[in-house]
């Protein structure tokens, strides 16, 4: 089964709906008007019912089959937010929005899901009920949670559900997933470090904060190195240093540091942040100062499902003619929420030749639309056939 003739017949309409959505970016839980335009055109579509304000913004619309002999309902879920950062593509329909893009390709998830829900609206050639699931906030909102605690699985009677990412560099048409772990668990830190201020051309009068804070630095790397175990993986990044002063002659009070930690392996995750908040204290006692560490959990690990994991292999293969197994990848993925709520997998489809997500110059491939709508459908249609 290659991809959907529908959708060969729909692919200018979705792409201007693509385009529209990409000229229009929302950030986080702002995305008010994709959310309007959504839940228009589910309804349009003749969706049985559509709600809005699940997960703040969030959407769902319900579609039901030519039969419901078993009460199956499968979710299907693609992310709306855009990232707040500025577009560089030159295209004709770039960012009307000053600060805001596209730039991870939630504007093709949410046409290709939406090119998906037409034609199951058209069709409804299974047995059950599918749920479309169009969330805000994945870029660091964690608007998957915010939809599952809101109860979104339970209200909708959800079984299953599954999600689609692009992946740049991987050829249209194909697709690339994996087993168990696929993306990581998501952490950041922040770093509070207090020494004592003073006069720079009087250093020992002072507790300097700076040299505190590049000291901790270099130790913090040693966690990796030293304290994982080489076969599992982990990574510790310090991608912010401020301190408290930006004067040429004044030792600073005060010096913050911020990072994120990426692991895959709770036990892991567990021994980083342990060993992070023993290496941060001692090293400013040594030198003199104070220093306290705030760590959060943004998202757990992404983990697919073997059962679903193989049947979404099963799927790709039928519409691609084969289906690529997807590297361990350090980015995270909040969907990784709905997956700890319900069974499913997340699948990669390939955006080709592109630039790299969150890059300014990045741009989803509308040829990649047919393929991912053709396996979103396909999805409902194989696992719940009609009776």
Not at 37 to 53: I, P, Q, R, S, Y
Not at 264 to 290: C, H, I, L, S, Y
Not at 361 to 377: K, Q, R, T, V
Request: hydrophobic residues 40%.
């Amino acid at each position: 089964m290659p991809v959907k003739n529908r959708f060969a017949e729909l692919h200018a309409e979705i792409t201007e709906w693509r385009r529209d959505i990409h000229a229009h970016p929302e950030v986080l839980y702002e995305t008010h008007r994709t959310s309007a335009l959504v839940a228009e055109k589910l309804k349009a579509f003749g969706c049985d019912e559509v709600v809005t304000g699940i997960g703040r913004t969030g959407v769902v619309g319900l579609i039901k089959g030519k039969s419901d002999t078993k009460g199956n309902v499968i979710g299907l879920r693609a992310d709306m937010d855009a990232l707040p950062m500025a577009e560089q593509t030159g295209l004709d329909y770039a960012s009307k929005h000053e600060g805001a893009m596209h730039a991870c390709g939630h504007d093709g998830h949410t046409a290709m899901l939406l090119g998906a829900a037409k034609y199951l609206s058209e069709t409804r050639n299974f047995d059950g009920a599918v749920a479309v699931i169009f969330q805000p906030a994945e870029e660091g909102g964690n608007g998957a949670l915010a939809m599952v605690e809101d109860g979104m699985m339970e209200r909708f009677g959800i079984k299953e559900v599954y999600g689609m990412h692009n992946y740049p560099g991987l050829p249209v048409g194909e697709f690339a997933l994996r087993k168990g772990p696929l993306l990581a668990a998501v952490d950041f830190f922040t770093i509070e470090i207090e020494g004592k201020g003073g006069h720079a051309a009087q250093p020992n009068k002072t507790i300097d904060p700076t040299m505190i804070g590049s000291q901790i630095h270099l130790a913090l790397q040693s966690i990796v190195s030293r304290n994982v175990d080489p076969i599992d993986r982990a990574v510790l990044s310090v991608t912010s240093f401020q301190t408290g002063s930006d004067v040429y002659n004044v030792i600073p009070h005060t010096a913050t540091l911020k990072g994120t930690v990426r692991t895959f392996n709770p036990d892991t995750q567990d021994m980083v942040e342990a060993r992070m908040k023993e290496v941060v204290a001692g090293v400013a006692a040594t030198f003199g100062g104070t220093a306290k560490v705030d760590y959060q959990r943004i998202t757990p690990a992404t983990i697919n499902w073997d059962e679903q994991a193989a049947f979404a292999q099963e799927v790709a293969t039928a519409v691609s003619g084969s289906c690529h197994e997807a590297p361990l990848k350090m980015g995270g993925e909040d969907f990784s929420y709905m997956l700890q709520a319900r069974p499913g997998a997340f699948i990669m489809v390939g955006n080709g030749d592109s630039a790299a997500l969150h890059h300014p110059e990045y741009n989803f491939n509308d040829e990649a639309i047919p393929h991912g709508s053709s396996f979103l459908s396909e999805v409902i249609e194989r696992r719940m056939p009609a009776a």
